[in-house]
């Protein structure tokens, strides 16, 4: 029966009409090692928690897979360690968010996660990837302080899906990119679909999604704050892709490299500043603090 399912879906293919989409089935082999190979150890994580403030939310599950990569070609060779697990945050899950995970109380009633067992995971691990860092890290950094000491990439924000030709980040619409759907918004499927999806090649570079990420650990990323910028400047800041951090009363915004950096102060200076003397904060984002709620070395630059 399934052959001949598939047989169907393969004729359908065929018609510029149609596209398919396949259940993802998790897999944890991806390409053999060749002897005498270097491979990296990296985690895909992702968390399901009470609401989106890491201060006062928490984590209900956390996923994990340790997976085996090639660091010179992107290419994840193999999953060697599966983590999931549920805990009880001490005080009932709010519906909203049970909307979303399906996570209810009577699931994560008494049990708790593992911390000897993610200190052992975390052996020797290279790089933790997720789907909006900015969101996983301060939650699991609040109860694993673990985290802190280990390098951190994106897969939204290090990637530039747009630049690729894809018309969102969401994984579940990547995932379709692809010809896959899954049941998302629970830790380890989450995890799943994103290893899959970093093993595969992008459109525009020809290389893995996985080793586009990989190049910005490297790259000297820095948020720039516009102190003091005029109020009537606001406008054209957003427009720019500033954001407002409302306990510095400041906009800033991140530069992937030196080149953007220098770019970025002098579009400031004329466009912001009016060719006056200014000064501004540049704060230096290594891979062990970006999308953390911790804040890197800041230096003030005179323009």
Known sequence: M????????????QHPDYRVLRRLNPRADFMPTAPGQRLCKGVVLDTETTGFDAVNDRVIELGMLVFEFDPVTGQVH????????????GFPI??????VHHITDDMVQGKQIDDARIQALLHKV???????????RPFVEARWPIFEN??????????????????SAKLEYLLTT?????????????????LELLNKVLPQSQQT?????????????EKIYAIGSPFETKDILKARGYRWAADLRCWHKVTANEKEKSQELAWLKTHVYGDRKARVEVESLGAKVRYSSRQGHKEVVTL
Do not use: M
Not at 126 to 136: K, P, Y
Not at 150 to 167: H, M, T, V, Y
């Open 2 to 13: 399934t052959t001949h399912i598939e047989q169907l879906a393969q004729e359908v293919e």
């Open 78 to 89: 193999r999953v060697t360690d599966v983590f999931d697990e549920l805990e009880d945050p």
């Open 94 to 99: 709010p519906p909203a968010t049970i909307a």
């Open 126 to 136: 290279d790089v933790v990837i997720a789907h909006n860092a900015a969101f996983d």
């Open 150 to 167: 280990l390098n951190w990439a994106c897969s939204i924000k290090d990637i530039d899906w747009r630049q690729e030709g894809f018309g």
């Open 178 to 194: 692809q010809g896959y759907f899954y049941e998302a918004h629970r830790a380890e499927a989450d995890c799943w679909a994103l």
């Open 209 to 221: 999604a996985l080793l586009s990420l990989l190049e910005t650990l490297n790259s000297a990323q």
